[in-house]
């Protein structure tokens, strides 16, 4: 299984983006997914999770009620649409996929396959 993330960028607070992850190898149906976050000399944290199904997500506080994850498993595809972004979301975003397809983590070790990761940057 492999990932790829894709839609990082630069962005000014207040602003919007949205992130995608392509799964290859393997049926996005198969499994819970996950995305996470690593800030310049900070250890990686949660961020959001979602089941198979897409019908139970999970967010940190830090981002609920700002960010959605979703996913179309038709197109192999996890999403997650920021908005209201602030300086504090700056950090390399990571996508992973776990093989309990109802693991909502949000440890890392529900999660089995990573992606390389996205870099999103928030100007004040």
């Known amino acids: 299984v492999q990932l790829v993330e894709s839609g990082g960028g630069l962005v000014q607070a207040g602003g919007s983006l949205r992130l995608s992850c392509a799964l290859s190898g393997g049926t996005l149906s198969s499994y819970a997914m996950g995305w996470f976050r690593q800030a310049s000399g900070k250890e990686r944290e949660f961020v959001a999770s979602?089941?198979?199904?897409?019908?139970?997500?999970k967010e940190a506080d830090s981002v609920k009620g700002r960010f959605i994850i979703s996913r179309d498993n038709a197109k192999n595809l996890l999403y997650l649409q920021m908005s209201s972004l602030a300086p504090g979301d700056t950090a390399v975003y990571y996508c992973a996929a776990g093989r309990h397809p109802y693991g909502l983590g949000p440890s890392e070790g529900h999660f089995d396959y990573w992606g390389q990761g996205t870099q999103v940057t928030v100007s004040s």
């Open positions: 979602i089941i198979w199904s897409g019908t139970r997500t």
